[in-house]
Every structure is written in structure tokens, then in C-alpha cells.
């Protein structure tokens, strides 16, 4: 197993092995050509963002600037917004699924590096995979970490270091991240804390 396959399967590798840096820097190139499109050549911008990401749905958002190391590890599903500044460190896989709201400035990093610092030192680095469900709404500066993965229907409030998993139908804040409390029928007719929806076609 080469280096490449060791990334790919969650297992310790050295960055700089079997074509993964000429990989990086493709990617990197792509991105770099995506960040610097016009703001209205959304044709361009979908088309770029399709080809750098190894699954998408047709409607796909991604507000500049965005940051992967190589975008085929990221799946996204229908109906993706991503607000400026999404950062992915892809070297796991990254699946997320329909209707994802990204606020700005959110990290999701599958990238790790050992504790011991001998271990660290000899190179090698890890990606565990992410998953995150349909649904989800991610506040702003947000970080997750390897190996989380985040059900439907979720909320995570700004700020959050996501450490563990996190259950569906839940609101989850902090750092790190907890669970405060179940989404219920009872949300519905609410758009901000106690404000009630003065509108009818929300539902």
C-alpha cells in the first residue's frame, strides 16, 4: 500500500510521498483560479467547483474565498451554501449531505498529526473521515475535528469546537461542543429566539 492508499484509508502517511504533492498543488491551483472569478460569472464559478469536488448536486454555492487540499475527498449533497472562507482539510473524506448551510469562517479538518512529539516529527500525519448529515446548519467559526460525525437536522451555534459526535435533531454550542437541547415541533413558528414567523408561507 503506497502512501496515497495509506491517506485514503484513515491510516498513517508521509505528505510528501507518491504524487500526493503534485495532487496538493493541482488542487491548489484550481482553487486559486476559483477565488479570483468574478463575483457574477456564476456559470464559471459552477462549472470550476464541480470539477474540483468529487461529488456534488446541481445546485452548488461555495462564496469565495475557499480552501481544500485536494477536493476530490469532498461530497456534497443538493441545494450546498457555504459562506466566505470555508476551509476543508480533505486528506479524510468529507461527506456532507443536502440542504448544508455553512456560515463564514468554518474549518472542517479530517487532518491530525501524532501526540508524541517523536512520532510527530518522523512525518507522518493522519486524515480521519467526516461526515456531516442533511439539513445542517453550521454557525460561523465553527471547527470540527477528525472522525466527527453530525446527524440531520442539526444546529451547531457559533464558535463551536466540534470534538464528538453529534445525535440528529439537536442544537449543540461550545467549546467543545454539547448538545443543549432537541429540535421540536414547537421551533416551527419561530425565526430568532421569541420572534414568531409574521409571514405564512414558511412552512
Known sequence: MNHKQRMLNN???????????????????????????????????????????????????????????Y????????????????????????????????????????????IHPDSRNSGYEYGIDITIGDNVWIGGNTCILPGVTIGNNVVI???????????????AVGNPCRVIRKITEEDRDFYFRDRRFDVDDYK
Open 71 to 114: 477536493g476530490y475527498n469532498i461530497e456534497v449533497g443538493e441545494n450546498f451554501f457555504a459562506n466566505y472562507n470555508l476551509v476543508i482539510l480533505d486528506v479524510g473524506k468529507v461527506r456532507i449531505g443536502k440542504n448544508a448551510q455553512i456560515a463564514p469562517n468554518v474549518a472542517i479538518y479530517t487532518a491530525g498529526h501524532p
Open 157 to 171: 451555534g457559533a464558535g463551536s469546537v466540534v470534538t464528538k459526535d453529534l445525535p440528529d435533531d439537536s442544537i
Open 11 to 69: 491510516l498513517p502517511y508521509k505528505a510528501w510521498m507518491d504524487g500526493l504533492p503534485q495532487e496538493h498543488m493541482a488542487c491548489k491551483m484550481k482553487i486559486h483560479e476559483y477565488n479570483a472569478l468574478s463575483p457574477d460569472d456564476t456559470e464559471g464559478k459552477d462549472k470550476l467547483i464541480k470539477n474540483i469536488l468529487g461529488k456534488t448536486g446541481d445546485s452548488i454555492n461555495i462564496e469565495s474565498p475557499f480552501h481544500c487540499d
